[in-house]
């Protein structure tokens, strides 16, 4: 792609992890706000027609998506980079992980869109 | 169930044929074999259960409609107290409640985890101390229906099990105010 | 390089790498011994656990039984649960990953033999702590997964809880060990050539495992340690009275185990991946997708394990996140399947005696992975949660998912052990006594929970339609015991009659059979190069090679034990790793810690003090014999390569075991993060009015003490890069001192300032960060006055860092974990007290 080609080196492995460890955080932030949100009574509380519950949980699922899809285009500049032996299936492991964590994120989070309160 | 039997003919099938005397290799395309066989069927069957099961689980949760009847069930090692929204006394090891309405169990412990089980009437609930669960039963019809602590909370965890009966509504009042009137039996 | 006879390789490197005798036995640390002596333990605790599920069948066989009663019923399940899982299942896996990975790597050891024979001896003295409380009948009664209330002092007021709690400390001290062992022997330790896209699928599979159970044990750790505190000394983590939550158990339990069960399968499944291939004659299909398929399963592993939890009151949304996760772990277990059908497509598969034992899996593992998505959803869980239904899914998916597997593999690699082929028909009527008697006991099981029989009910009334599926259950696990007592005769009669044979049995296409079995001590005479992902198709005659001293580091030129280091990516060879010589130190270490539990059980806990002492001294002699007084010289790896020894290599393994090590440290404060955060938020009465009461001025000091031990430990080690011999001394003793003064001011905060840890879970909990932060401190201490005596013997140099290294890393690591701890202790009640 670009002509500054180089092997892949051992901090290249982060790829590996990186979008999973988005949907970690994800995952661990709905389970975590909701908790707080019931324990402080943000389901009680409406703000603009929706709970502030679900305004906060709906937040922070969008803004785990958006931070699992922008990790796509620097993966996409530096995989396209990787030269060597590894390279190829180095790239396509990378690059579908990456993928599988944001349709994870995606699916796992969902039942914010749909179900609602702290019963 | 049936679904889950044909899935696992299917698969063995597929794991088998290679071992029949007539089979060739064949050279199967990975890529096809895996994006259906390893995302898109498994992802399609499992949105089907989603979408049936989160609400399906929704609707057993208390907090819909009101219910017709709110009683307690306190556990302890090893038995179960029962208490009646509005009266007074309690009851052993007998839950009365109306038929043919919801009812809404409070659900709490005195000492370890225990559960509140009674098969024919819903789900299961924890008995945890410190906090208090809800649980929504309903018993169409009028009877007798069996029920038992469901986690394990030490030696006399096989015995405690303890009995739902079921009222017509009309008698449920009557029937109720004759057991508290007894000595806390039913 | 002129060819020697390989009879000559063979015994200049035997007698360098031959395992002691007698009661020399241990001081051995070789990976072969290490991972033998594991697997049988294993499979003797097997043995045990399984005499106790004849037991609980016999019990159950027929309703009001009074065969057993309530009290031995308990104790005998809870005991089959925990034999089988932290006994039998974990160390199984761990043997085996530490007796293959060398040899399919290419490697003539692990990174760090010592550690992983250290780990033995931890593994086999807990479980006999275990085992010897059975035997004197006070062993734990709780249910294997020790539900608090009922596992805390008032409800089980004797030791039963306790020797649980200990002795299962002990063995996963063992599990941590063998995580860090496999993690940095994968990434460093292989031949050369072998880049991480060649490495064999098995492999990349222990590679995830033991990335997992560095990350899941520590919550196990961390909620046995709370658990030990409340029962030993009232703290009351887990009592709603004093603040406490009893469900905080169940979360750090969980958070353990569920990951748990993927931690089990993992292995097999890649033994499963191995072996398909070598039997349908042709490669794995899908390489990448299979690797991508277990880091997404490893990760989402982690996001299941509030589904055993579904009817403690949790709200239905946040239950709903855990459903959905639970099954989307279904698409990557997909991949995997429809990867192994592809690749037995493509083939033309044998039905061979280990062949035979996957089709089992395969069987038995479909069935368990469909009524596990049954109990995913939630209404259904409801229903069959802790009946008899769970019960037999978790024996489909724990039988089917990991002990077929592990007997096809323990087949197919037993060979490679004893140099002898399995007695055919013995094996086959082994399998099919397993295979019937198997579905006999757990699938008429389904049903027998669906009619509604509880679990760990130690009898039953007659006539609830229970009477005649428990019977059958019954007589279908008598005939599994008989099969599996025919595998062991057969065992028996392939190491007397099984016929001998030269090499590679099976036609397997990796390392493992590119030497002769059984296998040598040191497993190559020679390190190959290696150019593909199935060296021996390349080369059917790479063995010979091998032994014919054609590759890397041939023989045993200066008497020492040598294998290769390479790059963690390209398999290039880095540099050489000069193994340790057989040690009692090991031995001696974890029976310091065995006193140490041991007194703590017998409630001395000031005497037990002293096994921790004798445990130190032991590693501080283990350390001591790290490294040399001199620079060395580069050495001579054969076909022009010099390399330098692993002491003077700045990649060399220690430095990355520990930061490993750290990471699962890591994970264990972040539970005590997540315990402090669950109590305030779901515990009754939070917070109580006597809260952690500080000036700023000493939290000031307190930081200020902190960051300067870190900071100091660090340019201590850039002076030592520089050469700067003075520096490197003065900034280490600065370092030292601070870390001193820091454990000074701690103290004062715990005696002083902190709430009684005793009266409400709030001071428990405040208390076990300061109690975390001291440790920490304190053996900060010890690293850098260590460091500091390294100095002043002459063991370290600007090449030679790892010790000053070392100290740094462990000053950063306990500067920002302390400092996050005081943040949150003084943060949460001013935010929201």
Redesign the interface.
């Known amino acids: 792609m670009s002509g500054r080609e180089r092997?892949?080196?051992?901090h290249?492995?982060f790829w590996?992890?990186a979008g999973?460890?988005v949907?970690?955080g994800g995952?661990s932030a709905?389970?975590?706000l909701?908790?707080?949100g019931?324990?402080a009574g943000w389901d009680e509380m409406d703000f603009v027609s929706l709970s502030v519950n679900r305004w906060a949980l709906t937040g922070v699922y969008l803004a785990h998506i958006t931070a699992g899809a922008a990790l796509y285009l620097p993966l996409r500049a530096i995989a396209g980079r990787w030269q060597?032996?590894?390279a190829r299936?180095?790239r396509?492991?990378a690059v579908?992980?990456t993928l599988?964590?944001l349709a994870?994120t995606i699916?796992?989070?969902?039942?914010?869109l749909?179900?609602?309160?702290?019963? | 169930m049936i679904g889950s039997l044909l899935i696992l003919a299917m698969m063995m099938g597929l794991i088998l044929w290679p071992f029949l005397k007539r089979h060739k290799p064949v050279d199967v395309p990975e890529a096809l074999w895996l994006w259906s066989g390893g995302l898109a069927f498994p992802l399609i069957v499992l949105t089907a259960l989603l979408i049936w099961g989160l609400p399906a689980g929704q609707s057993m949760l208390a907090g819909r409609t009101p219910p017709v009847a709110t009683v307690e069930a306190e556990a302890f090692q090893w038995g179960w107290t029962f208490r009646y929204e509005g009266r007074e006394g309690d009851t052993s090891d007998v839950l009365h409640i109306p038929a043919g309405g919801p009812v809404d169990v409070a659900v709490s412990s005195i000492d370890v985890i225990h559960a509140f089980w009674a098969p024919r009437l819903a789900g299961k609930v924890d008995a945890i101390p410190g906090q208090t669960n809800i649980l929504r039963i309903e018993a169409s019809e009028p009877g007798i229906y069996a029920g038992q602590c469901a986690e394990f909370c030490g030696l006399g965890h096989t015995a405690m099990r303890f009995t739902v009966i079921a009222h017509a509504p009309e008698a449920y009042e009557a029937a109720l105010s004759a057991a508290l009137a007894g000595d806390g039996g039913g | 390089m002129s060819r020697i006879p390989p009879i000559t390789l063979h015994r200049a490197l035997h007698a360098v790498w031959k395992a002691p005798r007698g009661p020399g036995a241990l001081s051995a640390v070789n990976h072969s011994v290490v991972g033998r002596r594991f697997i049988i333990t294993a499979f003797v605790f097997f043995a045990i656990g399984g005499l106790l599920a004849m037991l609980i069948r016999a019990q159950l066989a027929r309703p009001e039984n009074p065969f057993l009663g309530a009290d031995a019923y308990n104790q005998i399940f809870t005991m089959h649960g925990t034999v089988m899982m932290f006994l039998f299942a974990i160390p199984l896996i761990e043997g085996v990953a530490l007796y293959l990975l060398p040899k399919i790597l290419g490697a003539r050891d692990l990174a760090f033999p010592r550690l992983s024979a250290f780990g033995y001896w931890c593994y086999l003295f807990g479980g006999t702590i275990i085992l010897a409380s059975m035997l004197m009948g006070v062993a734990p009664d709780s249910g294997w997964f020790m539900y608090t209330p009922l596992s805390s002092s008032t409800y089980t007021p004797g030791v039963n809880a306790d020797v649980w709690l200990l002795g299962v400390t002990f063995v996963e001290i063992s599990a941590i060990c063998a995580a860090v062992e496999i993690v940095v022997t994968i990434l460093k330790v292989r031949t050369a050539g072998m880049s991480l896209t060649r490495m064999p699928l098995m492999a990349w599979y222990l590679l995830v495992t033991a990335g997992m159970m560095l990350l899941a044990f520590p919550p196990l750790i961390l909620g046995s340690v709370l658990l030990e505190l409340e029962r030993a000394f009232d703290w009351p983590f887990f009592d709603p009275e004093r603040g406490g939550a009893s469900l905080l158990w169940q979360h750090l339990f969980w958070l353990f185990g569920h990951p748990e069960v993927y931690i089990i399968f993992l292995p097999a499944a890649g033994a499963v991946t191995t072996l398909i291939p070598v039997f349908a004659r042709t490669k794995i299909v899908g390489y990448g997708w299979i690797v991508a398929a277990i880091i997404s399963l490893a990760f989402l592993s982690f996001g299941l394990w509030v589904h055993h939890m579904f009817t403690v009151g949790i709200p239905h949304l946040a239950l709903a996140f855990f459903s959905a996760a639970s099954m989307l772990v279904a698409v990557p277990t997909a991949i995997q399947v429809f990867a192994w059908t592809a690749t037995l497509m493509r083939g033309r598969p044998q039905m061979s005696l280990p062949m035979l034992y996957l089709m089992g899996f395969f069987s038995v593992f479909i069935l368990g992975g469909l009524t596990g998505v049954m109990l995913a959803l939630v209404p259904f869980n409801w229903q069959a949660h802790d009946t008899h239904f769970v019960v037999a899914h978790l024996h489909y998916v724990l039988i089917g998912g990991f002990v077929f597997p592990m007997l096809a593999a323990t087949s197919y690699w037993l060979p490679l052990m004893t140099g002898r082929m399995p007695v055919f028909s013995v094996s086959r009527s082994a399998f099919w006594l397993i295979f019937l008697g198997f579905h006999g006991t757990f699938l008429i099981m389904h049903f027998t929970g669906l009619l509604g029989m509880p679990r760990r009910v130690f009898t039953y009334e007659g006539g609830l339609g229970w009477d005649a599926p428990n019977l059958i259950s019954s007589i279908g696990s008598f005939v599994m015991a008989a099969g599996f007592a025919l595998f062991v005769v057969d065992i028996v009669l392939q190491l007397r009659f099984g016929r001998r044979f030269r090499r590679n049995p099976w036609g397997g296409t990796g390392l493992d059979w590119a030497m002769p079995a059984p296998a040598p001590s040191y497993n190559f005479a020679s390190l190959p190069l290696v150019t593909s992902r199935d060296p021996l198709e390349d080369n059917p005659r790479l063995g010979a090679d091998i032994a014919a001293g054609k590759g890397y580091l041939a023989g045993a030129p200066r008497a020492e034990m040598e294998t290769l280091c390479v790059d963690m990516v390209s398999g290039e060879p880095d540099h050489v790793l000069l193994l340790p010589k057989n040690d009692y130190t090991p031995f001696l270490m974890a029976g310091g810690l065995a006193v140490f539990f041991v007194l703590f059980l017998f409630s001395a806990y000031a005497f037990s003090l002293v096994g921790v002492v004798i445990a130190a001294v032991f590693g501080w002699r283990w350390l001591w014999s790290l490294g040399a007084r001199t620079d060395p010289e580069p050495l001579d790896a054969g076909h022009g390569l010099v390399l330098p020894v692993h002491y003077a290599a700045r990649s060399a393994p220690t430095i990355l075991g520990l930061k490993y090590f750290l990471a699962a440290n890591a994970a264990f404060f972040g539970s005590l993060i997540f315990g402090y955060l669950f109590l305030w938020t779901t515990a009754p009465d939070w917070p109580p009015p006597d809260i952690l009461d500080i000036d700023l001025l000493r939290l000031a000091t307190l930081a200020a003490g902190l960051a300067g031990a870190g900071v100091l430990a660090r340019l201590a080690r850039r002076a030592n890069d520089k050469g700067d011999a003075r520096w490197r001394m003065l900034a280490l003793a600065g370092s030292a001192l601070a870390s001193l003064l820091t454990l000074a001011g701690l103290g004062a905060l715990a005696l002083l300032n902190a709430p009684s840890p005793v009266s409400h879970a709030y001071g428990a909990i405040t208390m076990a960060v300061i109690g975390y932060a001291g440790l920490h401190v304190l053996l900060g201490v010890l690293f850098t006055a260590y460091a500091l005596a390294r100095h002043l013997f002459g063991y370290v140099s600007a090449v030679r860092s790892a010790d000053m290294r070392g100290a740094e890393i462990w000053q950063a690591y306990t500067a920002i974990t302390a400092l996050a701890g005081l943040a949150l202790i003084v943060l949460m009640p001013g935010a929201f007290g």
Not at chain 1, 7 to 10: H, I, Q, Y
Not at chain 1, 107 to 112: E, F, L, Y
Request: proline content about 4%; some cysteine.
């Open positions: 092997p892949v080196r051992a290249d492995l590996l992890v999973f460890s949907w970690a995952f709905l389970y975590g909701h908790a707080i019931c324990r060597g032996e590894s299936t180095m396509q492991v579908a992980l599988a964590a994870s699916w796992s989070g969902a039942p914010v749909v179900l609602e309160g702290c019963i």
